[in-house]
């Protein structure tokens, strides 16, 4: 793999990484909530999700997502309906007493990362985009790196990129929790949290099965 292909390769996932999508949106919802060190069991489930998610795309699962619309749509609004499910809790709680709050299930790390996790691993495009990306960026007959050396990179880049992404997201969520808290507005941060979580569903129902599925 050449310098260039890598610095090609990097600046694309950058571009992926930073564009709103059911990941971000639930790590600002997190973030909103725990500040910056509170997504971090989030960030851990997004990118358990992810490294499986590769795998899949390795061992070719991503052809049985592309050929399979009912598979796709299954996966998909199964995590549409938990993020939606999820988001509407929030708001419905919204006004809650604060210690009524700090009881939920979600203040478990556990919990979070169990959020991240099934919220990238219900998008099952993830599995098809990786099987369609890596390949752009493998050079095959490179001597000094063998195809599986250069996956690996490929996929710790993107990791670590993504996971960064969520990062600040999450930092920049939190940012604004503190600001809110301070002015008083604690009801109005919770409901922005319910509402990144929503919108996480919404961007997560967007996504349409491939176009060669059946």
């Known amino acids: 793999m050449s310098s260039a292909l890598l610095v090609a390769y990097i600046g694309t996932v950058v571009v992926l990484a930073l564009t709103p999508g059911p990941s971000t949106m639930l790590g600002s919802a997190h973030g909103m909530r725990y500040g910056a060190r509170g997504t971090l069991p989030t960030i851990a489930g997004d990118l358990t999700a992810n490294t499986l998610q590769m795998f899949a795309a390795a061992v070719g699962l991503g052809a049985v997502i592309t050929n399979s619309a009912t598979a796709f749509t299954a996966i998909k609004w199964a995590g549409v309906g938990y993020l939606a499910w999820i988001g509407i809790n929030h ?5 809650d007493k604060l210690e009524q709050q700090d009881n939920d299930g979600t203040r478990r790390p556990w919990s979070r990362y169990a959020q991240g996790f099934v919220t990238s691993a219900s998008n099952p495009k993830a599995i098809v985009f990786f099987a369609a990306l ?12 063998p195809v599986w050396a250069q ?13 960064l992404s969520v ?13 809110l808290s301070r002015k008083g507005r604690v009801t109005t941060q919770r409901r922005i949290t319910g509402v990144a979580l929503i919108s996480a569903a919404a961007l997560l129902s967007l996504k349409g099965a491939p176009a060669t599925s059946e």
């Open 91 to 95: 708001l419905r709680h919204a006004k």
């Open 134 to 145: 890596f390949p752009q960026f493998i050079d095959p007959t490179a001597s000094v790196m």
């Open 151 to 163: 996956f690996v990179v490929l996929g710790v880049v993107f990791l670590t990129i993504d996971g």
């Open 167 to 179: 990062f600040l997201y999450g930092a920049t969520a939190g940012r604004l929790s503190s600001w």
